[in-house]
């Protein structure tokens, strides 16, 4: 954790942030894939202003990892500090983890509607 620390201190992206940031890319694009094939679903339409707002708040956190990855730079220009790190993927985690729960409830919904024919 120091070394990282350092690393990052000294602009570097350690591999172990890389590890968590590909981690939280695979989950956010698992969840977008989810939750497209919930918006094409009539029995969900109640739902869909909220799928619609977490595919868009999922897509842009999509796009900030790629750019922490490639560019080594966190939206909004800011610096890749420890701080400001923890702090953007404390943002991706919490929204993954309440579009997690809508898209686990949408779930729910549509296998009660098959067991209910």
Avoid at 72 to 87: C, D, I, R, V
């Amino acid at each position: 954790m120091e070394a990282d620390t350092k690393a990052i201190a000294a602009g570097q992206m350690p591999e172990s942030l890389i590890k968590v940031l590909n981690k939280a890319k695979d989950a956010v694009n698992k969840l977008l894939k989810q939750g497209g094939s919930y918006v094409k679903e009539p029995k969900l339409q109640d739902k869909l202003p909220v799928m619609r707002e977490a595919y868009k708040v999922l897509s842009g956190h999509l796009a900030d990892i790629d750019s922490v990855l490639t560019l080594e730079e966190l939206p909004n220009g800011k610096t890749t500090a420890k701080n400001n790190l923890e702090e953007f993927m404390c943002e991706v985690a919490v929204s993954a983890e309440k579009y997690n729960g809508e898209m686990e409830s949408a779930r729910g919904f549509l296998n009660s509607k098959k067991t209910t024919k």
